[in-house]
C-alpha cells in the first residue's frame, strides 16, 4: 500500500509563473489536507478537503492560492502568478475519515518550491 | 488562536543517552490532542507519540515518553537510549477536538553525537 504521493518532490518557477503542486491520497484515503512549510517554521495549514468539497480554506491566502480534489484523480493545489515569498515546501497529508484522533493521519514528503 | 512555542531551536545528545525536548501551548479549550512529529532529511513527517488531553496518564511508545502537565499546558517529549537514527527536526503539535486541524511549533533540531 503506497504512502501518500506528492509530486513534483521539487519545482522551479519563476516569478509570475503557475505552479501545479499534487497529491494522491494514500488508497482508501478520502480526506486531504495541504500544509507549508517556510523556512525555520514549523507547518502551517492551508486547507482540508474531501471528494469534491472544500471543507475549511480557513488557511489558504486569499488571492493566488487555489485547491481541488476531484472525484477522480489527486488533489492539486494551485499557485497562480508565484512570487518569491511562495518559496516553501508543500505537504499533504490524507486520512480516511475526519474526526480524528489523527493517528490515522499520514504526511506525503512534500514538494519543494523555490521561486526564481 | 492557539499557539505551541518550541523554545529549543537545537539539542544534541550523546549516543545512548537521555534528552528531553520541550514545548508548551496555548489554548483555552479543554478537548484538544497534542503530538509528537520526527521530520527526518528525507522531509517525511512521522508521527511520534500522541496523548489525548482528557488522560491523565502520560503517553509512551517504546524509548519515546511524554511528561503531560495539563495545567501548566506543557508537553515534553524524553527520547531514551538516544540512537544516531532519532537525529532529526522534532515539531510539537496541537489540535483541537474536531477541528481537522494541526498547529506546530517551530521545531527544535536534535542532533545525536557517536
Known amino acids: 500500500n503506497a504512502g501518500v504521493m506528492q509530486n513534483p518532490r521539487h519545482l522551479v518557477r519563476r516569478r509570475g509563473q503557475e505552479a501545479r503542486l499534487r497529491c494522491s491520497p494514500m488508497?482508501?484515503?478520502?480526506?486531504v489536507y495541504w500544509y507549508r512549510q517556510l523556512p525555520e517554521e514549523g507547518l502551517k495549514f492551508m486547507v482540508y478537503l474531501q471528494k469534491e468539497n472544500i471543507i475549511d480554506e480557513s488557511g489558504m491566502p486569499k488571492e493566488r492560492f487555489s485547491a481541488e480534489f476531484p472525484k477522480e484523480g489527486p488533489s492539486i493545489l494551485r499557485i497562480q502568478q508565484v512570487v518569491r515569498g511562495d518559496s516553501a515546501a508543500y505537504f499533504c497529508?490524507?486520512?480516511?475519515?475526519?474526526?480524528?484522533?489523527?493517528?490515522?493521519?499520514?504526511f506525503g514528503s512534500g514538494t519543494q518550491l523555490s521561486v526564481l | 488562536a492557539q499557539t505551541v512555542t518550541q523554545s529549543q531551536p537545537e539539542m544534541s545528545v550523546q549516543e545512548a543517552e537521555t534528552v528531553t525536548l520541550s514545548c508548551t501551548y496555548d489554548?483555552?479549550?479543554?478537548?484538544?490532542?497534542l503530538f509528537w512529529y520526527k521530520q527526518p532529511p528525507s522531509r517525511q513527517m512521522i508521527l511520534v507519540i500522541r496523548q489525548e488531553a482528557y488522560k491523565q496518564q502520560n503517553a509512551t511508545e517504546n524509548r519515546f515518553s511524554v511528561n503531560f502537565q495539563k495545567a501548566a499546558k506543557s508537553f515534553s517529549l524524553k527520547i531514551s537510549d538516544s540512537q544516531l537514527g532519532d537525529a532529526a527536526m522534532y515539531f510539537c503539535a496541537y489540535e483541537q477536538g474536531g477541528s481537522e486541524k494541526l498547529v506546530f511549533g517551530k521545531g527544535t533540531k536534535l542532533t545525536v553525537n557517536p
Open positions: 489554548t483555552s479549550e479543554s478537548d484538544y490532542y
Open positions: 488508497k482508501g484515503h478520502s480526506h
Open positions: 497529508a490524507s486520512s480516511p475519515a475526519g474526526g480524528l484522533p489523527n493517528e490515522k493521519l499520514f
